[in-house]
């Protein structure tokens, strides 16, 4: 269980770097393709519930 909370603090940390980067530089559905890859693969509820609540934040510079 210690290893799969690890992997998934991992998965999503690289994952928010690039995927802000590419907000930041207006590129919205890359960032948003980023958040599905990770949410195709996270089993972390935690990090899952992370990921999800990104979505808010890129569909508001829509």
Do not use: F, K
Request: hydrophobic share 35%; aromatic share 4%; with cysteine.
């Amino acid at each position: 269980m210690r290893a799969r909370i690890l992997d998934g603090s991992h998965r999503l940390s690289d994952v928010l770097r690039p995927m802000y980067c590419l907000r930041d530089s207006g590129e919205l559905d890359a960032a948003r393709h980023q958040r599905r890859d990770l949410l195709a693969v996270e089993a972390v509820p935690l990090y899952r519930d992370t990921a999800e609540g990104q979505r808010d934040p890129l569909n508001a510079l829509s």
